[in-house]
């Protein structure tokens, strides 16, 4: 049986000492040796979620120093800090109306605690009129909140034109003058008798 003579070496793969365009050419090489499977899952290998101390102390202090922002946001009337019921330009223009001002409900709170000790006296007069006087002081602060739902309404109008004024506003100042003024949130931020343009 004849042999078939052996296939001569291809061309196509370089050739070490082979140059092509000036640059020698070497056939290609790893250079390391190839992983093992344990070496390949082990580098895979990881938790799903940080289970460390360290991780969670980190990611507390980080949401606390959020909310720590959020809070002296929403404190000095940043829009983007604020709730939905406190944004926009109308409802900043209500706020330093109500602020601007004095208002006889900041006055219920403190009215209320007076009634209440005043029902520790033994004598029947003072609890008595204690009532009476605290009931026609309600009556001058449901006033004032009338009067001045009216004249923020009015102002707003003016401000802002007649068809752009959002509903509600009335009843948004109405609510801020009866809280005290240290505890109003957001802040209050012009002085009395310091009207807002």
Same mark, same amino acid.
């Given at each position: 049986?004849?042999?078939?003579?052996?296939?001569? &070496?291809?061309?196509?793969?370089?050739?070490? $000492?082979?140059?092509?365009?000036?640059?020698?050419?070497?056939?290609?090489?790893?250079?390391?040796?190839?992983?093992?499977? /344990?070496?390949?899952? &082990?580098?895979?290998? !990881?938790?799903? @979620?940080?289970?460390?101390?360290? /991780?969670? /102390?980190?990611?507390?202090?980080?949401? /606390?120093?959020?909310?720590?922002?959020?809070?002296?946001?929403?404190? &000095?009337?940043?829009?983007? +800090?604020?709730?939905? !019921?406190?944004?926009?330009?109308?409802?900043?223009?209500? !706020?330093?109306?109500?602020?601007?001002?004095?208002?006889?409900?900041?006055?219920?709170?403190?009215?209320?605690?007076?009634?209440?000790?005043?029902? #520790?006296?033994?004598?029947? &007069?003072?609890? +008595? +009129?204690?009532?009476?006087?605290?009931?026609? #002081?309600?009556?001058?602060?449901?006033?004032?909140?009338?009067?001045?739902?009216?004249?923020?309404?009015?102002?707003?109008?003016?401000?802002? $034109?007649?068809?752009?004024?959002?509903?509600?506003? *009335?009843? +948004? *100042?109405?609510?801020?003058?009866?809280?005290?003024?240290?505890?109003?949130?957001?802040?209050?931020? @012009?002085?009395?008798?310091?009207?807002?343009?």
């Amino acid at each position: 049986m004849a042999k078939t003579p052996a296939a001569p &070496a291809s061309n196509d793969a370089p050739s070490e $000492g082979t140059v092509l365009n000036g640059v020698p050419l070497t056939p290609p090489t790893k250079g390391r040796p190839t992983p093992t499977r /344990a070496e390949q899952e &082990a580098a895979r290998r !990881r938790p799903l @979620v940080a289970d460390t101390k360290e /991780a969670k /102390a980190r990611n507390k202090s980080e949401l /606390a120093a959020q909310r720590e922002k959020a809070r002296l946001g929403m404190a &000095a009337g940043e829009d983007k +800090y604020l709730p939905v !019921r406190d944004k926009g330009p109308q409802r900043k223009f209500v !706020r330093d109306f109500i602020d601007s001002g004095w208002h006889l409900g900041e006055a219920v709170m403190p009215a209320m605690v007076l009634v209440i000790l005043a029902t #520790f006296v033994p004598l029947p &007069a003072i609890q +008595y +009129y204690s009532f009476i006087g605290l009931w026609i #002081f309600i009556l001058f602060v449901i006033g004032d909140m009338i009067i001045s739902a009216i004249r923020i309404k009015q102002a707003a109008k003016k401000k802002f $034109g007649e068809d752009r004024v959002e509903k509600g506003l *009335g009843w +948004y *100042g109405a609510m801020r003058i009866i809280q005290m003024r240290f505890m109003r949130l957001p802040k209050p931020q @012009v002085k009395r008798g310091q009207h807002p343009a």
